[in-house]
């Protein structure tokens, strides 16, 4: 039972990445999962999430507009597209979810910087 992150990296103020959040060993399809990240020296915020029951998604105000979450539910992967990064998305990401949303998966690193 595991969610592994991939797809973190070095982007320009500007840029874009998509990461991918993979999961094993549950039913992917029944629960809600969520992205979180953590920047240096700061606490661990939530950043999106996609419900299981029609796909709702919400979004922290600082992300609403340039970030897009997303499932496919055939691979058992989340998605969570970037757009206009800003500095203060370096951070590193987490998904989140699975029974009592009791997962997470060992983090991606995203670094915006010029």
């Known amino acids: 039972v595991q969610l592994v992150e991939s797809g973190g990296g070095l982007v320009q103020p500007g840029g874009s990445l998509r990461l991918s959040c993979a999961a094993s060993g549950f039913a992917f399809r029944v629960y809600a999962m969520s992205w979180y990240r953590q920047g240096p020296g700061q606490e661990r915020e939530f950043v999106a999430r996609?419900?299981?029951?029609?796909?709702?998604?919400d979004y922290a105000d600082s992300v609403k507009g340039r970030f897009i979450i997303s499932e496919d539910k055939t691979k058992n992967t989340m998605y969570l597209q970037m757009n206009n990064l800003k500095p203060e998305d370096t951070a590193v990401y987490y998904c989140?979810?699975?029974?009592?949303?009791?997962?997470w998966g060992q983090g991606t690193q995203v670094t915006v910087s010029p």
């Open positions: 996609i419900n299981s029951r029609g796909g709702s998604t």
């Open positions: 989140n979810g699975g029974p009592s949303s009791m997962l």
